[in-house]
């Protein structure tokens, strides 16, 4: 017989050993922008926002190519400006995740998709002699010379950001390797 308000069911286990704390080595808050990972994640943003102005700014001649350079600029840009909110409204402390592990597969991820945004981009840049329509007897081509500069400028920021996320990929690896000897 079990005494009275004693229940034959055993208490449920503590759920807190089963969330490991999280594991962040980059600080919180405004600090993290004096860190080499911040500045280059400031970087990111910052040279991904002239790509997508830079792309948005021609008449896109090669919708497949450029749209896929497109879609890689603003996605990327966007999920850098969440990655670095996290830290700088201080959530990376509130969420159990480990957080290097997590920076360096968004950024490695980033990385090959924007260096192949950067070679669709070049490749776009090197049509520019082409004629628009093959069909035609006037000579426009494909990129305008105007055109034509700005994919070069779109080209040269694309390397660029592929770059700063080539280094964040590197950065983060560091930090994960260290973290976990």
Sequence with gaps: MLPRGASSMPPPPNPA???PPSRVTLPSGLEILRTFSGA???LEILFGTI???LVAATQIPLPLLQGWVMFVAVTAWFLSIVFLSVFLLGYANRI??????ADFIFHGATF???FGAFLLQAATTSLHHLPRKFNSTTQ???LSGREYNIS???????FA???CYGCSTALALRRWRLNNS
């Design 17 to 19: 050993p089963y969330f």
């Design 96 to 101: 159990a995740v480990n957080w290097n592990q």
């Design 140 to 142: 426009e081509r494909i």
């Design 112 to 114: 090959v998709f924007y």
């Design 161 to 163: 950001t592929a770059v």
């Design 152 to 158: 070069i400028a779109a080209s040269i920021f694309a």
């Design 51 to 53: 790509v997508w102005i």
């Design 40 to 42: 280059v994640i400031f």
